[in-house]
């Protein structure tokens, strides 16, 4: 599977980030970033806390459940360090010739 539609609009998620949203890879979400639009798994890899919805700073998202935090970039599990396993889907985030948001897995 190639790129998915989201039907987002950039002002779409300006009113409201995060946007979580039914993909062929399961629940995800896009959000603002100071980066720009990043698009991830809309829930925690830990306990299926709403992951989508965490604080973002540094390149990082930081569960609002637990504080587990990945990175926006590759997924990779950042903290807490004893637990090292688990990592996050994270989407590449394209504006398409519809001007909404075309996602794809990374
Ligand atoms: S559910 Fe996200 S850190 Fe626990």
Do not use: Y
């Not at 995060?18 to 629940?27: K, M, N, Q, T, V």
């Not at 965490?54 to 390149?59: E, K, L, N, Q, S």
Request: charged share 20%; hydrophobic share 35%; net charge negative.
């Amino acid at each position: 599977m190639g790129r998915f539609d989201s039907g987002i609009t950039p002002e779409d998620l300006q009113k409201r980030s995060p946007r979580p949203f039914e993909s062929p890879w399961g629940a995800i979400a896009l959000l603002t970033t100071p980066n720009g639009p990043a698009c991830i798994q809309a829930f925690c890899p830990h306990m299926e806390g709403p992951l989508a919805e965490g604080t973002v700073a540094g390149g990082e998202i930081v569960c609002p459940w637990h504080l587990w935090s990945f990175s926006l970039d590759d997924g990779s599990h950042l903290g807490p360090t004893q637990e090292p396993s688990c990592s996050i889907e994270v989407f590449a985030v394209e504006l398409g010739p519809e001007g909404t948001f075309l996602v794809e897995p990374r």
